[in-house]
Structure formats: C-alpha cells, structure tokens
T-cell receptor, first 115, second 118 residues
Framework: ETGVTQTPRHLVMGMTNKKSLKCEQH?????MYWYKQSAKKPLELMFVYNFKEQTENNSVPSRFSPECPNSSHLFLHLHTLQPEDSALYLC??????????????FGPGTRLTVL | AQTVTQSQPEMSVQEAETVTLSCTYD???????LFWYKQPPSRQMILVIR??????QNATENRFSVNFQKAAKSFSLKISDSQLGDAAMYFC???????????????FGKGTKLSVIP
C-alpha cells in the first residue's frame, strides 16, 4: 500500500449506530487530518493531529471523536449521527516542518450516508 | 480569517485547448502558500501545483501553470493542451506559512468543475 488509504470506502449507518472510519498513511508523515466534504460547500477541516497530539478541533460536534494511536493511523469514531452528517470524509497527511509548504496528501475518502 | 473564492462553479474546455480557472483569496499575511488540487470523479484529491508567496516567479508543472498576482490576491490556474483526463473538480487552497498553532490548516475554495469536451 502506498500513500494514504481509508476504509471503508462507503458506509451507511442509522442514527443510533456506532461506527469508525480508519485512515492509514504510508508516507512517513507526522501530521494527519480529517476533513468533511459536503456538496456545494468548501472542504471543512475537522481535526488535526501533529505527532499524535490533537492540535486543532474546529468546533466539531462531540458525536465525532478522533483517535490517533500513532503517527501512521487515524480514526474517526462516529455515534448518534444526524442525516446532515452525510458527506465524504477525507483523511490527509503531511510532513510538518518540511520545506515543501507542508503539502497535504489525501486519501480516497469514505462516503458516509446517515439514514 | 483567510477566505478563498472560486467564482466559477463550472467550466468547460475543448480537448487540446487552453482553459483558465480563477481563484482569489483574502489575507492580511505577507507570507503564505497557495495550492491547486484536482479531484477526479470518485478518485483521490491530488496536488496539481503550489506557489510560495515570496516567490515572484509563477509556478509551472508541465501543462499546468499559475498566474500569481500578489497585490491583487489572485491565483489562477491555466491548463494548456487540455486532455480528457483533466476533467475533475479543481480546488484552490491557502495555507499560512506561520509556524504556530493553526498553521497546518488549508483553507479551500468551493471548487470549479471542469469538463473536457472531446
């Protein structure tokens, strides 16, 4: 596997379910990100982890709970979601402190549908 | 806070022709990075080109080039010799060069959907 991978690629869940999204980066980066991509809206940054420490939480509801056990893995735990949470959830990674503007590399995303 | 505006929700171009996608941004900072990302249908978002604000020379990557106008806060993307594989959503993004908290955040525009006509 190379780059940034995400599983599952598609997820349908009820409002009372609990599920988790997984992201793994194989690039040796030290920062990882969760974004939400909804139709007709810009990508919204949800969380940032730098060296496994959460450095950003952009006012995300507590029904989204991130976890970063190490610099290569990132999870997004979901519980009691709302239909408006249906979106494409993108994971990204970057090398903070590098000389290339910390460009972010994205995974393919998880298409989440909340019924 | 920084904002990024892409005023063209959709554009189309004839194969082999040239197209320019517009992007403007608002910032009070003097040093920053600008990016164009491409997201093909059902495929991963990939970086197309990047520009450091302190560099006056416009970045180029093969058929992709930018017109960076710092004073006007404009950052347009030109695609030459358009190919069918160029069809995608294109996102303009801004990142501060400041190294403190919040510096990792990319601010994206809403995107421009580019169609390539055979």
């Amino acid at each position: 596997e190379t780059g940034v991978t995400q599983t599952p690629r598609h997820l349908v869940m009820g409002m009372t379910n609990k599920k988790s999204l997984k992201c793994e980066q194989h690039l040796g980066h030290n920062a990882m990100y969760w974004y939400k991509q909804s139709a007709k809206k810009p990508l919204e940054l949800m969380f940032v982890y730098n060296f496994k420490e959460q450095t950003e939480n952009n006012s995300v509801p507590s029904r989204f709970s991130p976890e970063c056990p190490n610099s290569s893995h990132l999870f997004l735990h979901l519980h009691t979601l709302q239909p408006e949470d249906s979106a494409l959830y993108l994971c990204a990674s970057s090398q903070v402190g590098g000389k290339r503007g910390n460009e972010q590399f994205f995974g393919p995303g998880t298409r989440l549908t909340v019924l | 806070a920084q904002t990024v505006t892409q005023s063209q929700p959709e554009m189309s171009v004839q194969e082999a022709e040239t197209v320019t996608l517009s992007c403007t941004y608002d910032t009070s900072e003097s040093d920053y990075y600008l990016f164009w990302y491409k997201q093909p249908p059902s495929r991963q978002m990939i970086l197309v080109i990047r520009q450091e604000a302190y560099k006056q020379q416009n970045a180029t990557e093969n058929r992709f080039s930018v017109n960076f106008q710092k004073a006007a806060k404009s950052f347009s993307l030109k695609i030459s010799d358009s190919q069918l594989g160029d069809a995608a959503m294109y996102f303009c993004a801004y990142r501060s060069s400041y190294s403190g908290a919040g510096s990792y955040q990319l601010t994206f525009g809403k995107g421009t959907k580019l169609s390539v006509i055979p």
